[in-house]
């Protein structure tokens, strides 16, 4: 069973940037493949950033490419996300997720119900 944490969100002007952290603890955090969704107010929760458990593959929503970057420190058991260049469009409360894939070094999963293990999440509120 993996626990998940997320930490770093906050209130940033448009086009600053935050770097999201989420801690897991309970499992092999390194066998696991990890993302970041986001909910906004109304809305469904959305895919944002996905990474294979050794990091060779990664993946972003069209919305957040070249703005956003996801990443993992295995020996820390820790995925990040850094955004960049933030707009007012990604408040939302946004959460870590992760799965365990077997025989898979480089599988993505972006869809939530593919995910068995879910943080809390963290409030990213951007201002104009």
């Known amino acids: 069973q993996v626990q998940l944490v997320e930490s770093g969100g906050g209130l940033v002007q448009a086009g600053g940037s935050l770097r999201l952290a989420c801690a897991a603890s309970g499992g092999t955090f390194s066998t696991y493949t990890v993302a970041w969704f986001r909910q906004a107010p109304g809305m469904e929760r959305e895919f944002v950033a996905g990474?294979?458990?050794?990091?060779?593959?990664?993946g972003y929503a069209d919305s957040v490419k070249g703005r956003f970057t996801i990443s993992r420190d295995n020996a820390k058991n820790t995925v990040y996300l850094q955004m960049n260049s933030l707009k007012p469009g990604d408040t939302a409360v946004y959460y870590c997720a992760a799965v365990f894939l077997i025989l898979c070094d480089t599988c993505l999963r972006r869809t939530e119900t593919q995910y068995d293990y879910w943080g809390q999440g963290t409030q990213v509120t951007v201002s104009s």
């Open positions: 990474l294979s458990r050794r990091g060779g593959s990664t």
